[in-house]
């Protein structure tokens, strides 16, 4: 004999299931994208235990307590975590000053000596040689910089 689950044991199934498939999520991503949603399950699956009928108030938990990690946590986490970020010591070059050596223009590329070095370089305005730029930012391998 067929019998149907009642609402509180199929949320309890559906809490479980949000909470194990979010976690495999974030295991094989690691990019802390999902674990936050399966906290949110978590605390509606305690609901579904205790409160097995108060569908919205699991619904309104799981949302409420996901967003919440998110927004707050998230950024916490991912700034002791992380590993691939490979340091150097290129951004004390922001703030300088550099020499045009090959004149920039706001759609080709030109080149800057700071430190002696030569850097590909990128602006918002034109730049001839020999004058004098200051760095706002590394963007990859280039420098953004601007006339001064």
Same mark, same amino acid.
């Given at each position: !004999?067929?019998?149907?689950?009642? %609402?509180?044991?199929? !949320?309890?199934?559906?809490? $479980? ?11 094989? @991503? !690691? ?17 579904? +235990? $205790? ?11 799981? +949302?409420?307590?996901? /967003?919440? @990690? %998110? ?16 340091? @150097? ?8 000053? /550099? ?20 850097? @590909? ?13 200051? +760095?706002? /930012?590394?963007?990859? +391998? ?7």
């Amino acid at each position: !004999m067929i019998t149907l689950l009642s %609402l509180g044991d199929t !949320m309890i199934i559906i809490w $479980f299931s949000v909470f194990i498939f979010a976690g495999i999520i974030e295991i094989s @991503t !690691m990019d802390l994208t999902s674990i936050w949603f399966s906290i949110g399950a978590f605390f509606s699956l305690l609901l579904a +235990v $205790f409160f097995p009928n108060e569908l919205v108030l699991q619904l309104l938990i799981f +949302v409420i307590i996901s /967003a919440l @990690t %998110l927004i707050f946590l998230r950024p916490i986490f991912k700034k002791y975590l992380k590993r691939n970020e490979v340091r @150097t010591n290129a951004d004390r070059l922001i703030g300088k000053i /550099a020499i045009c050596t090959k004149a920039i223009s706001e759609d080709e590329r030109g080149y800057v000596k700071i430190d002696g070095k030569l850097w @590909t370089a990128v602006a918002n305005e034109s730049i001839e040689i020999n004058e004098k730029v200051e +760095v706002l /930012a590394i963007d990859g +391998v280039k420098l953004v910089v601007k006339k001064l």
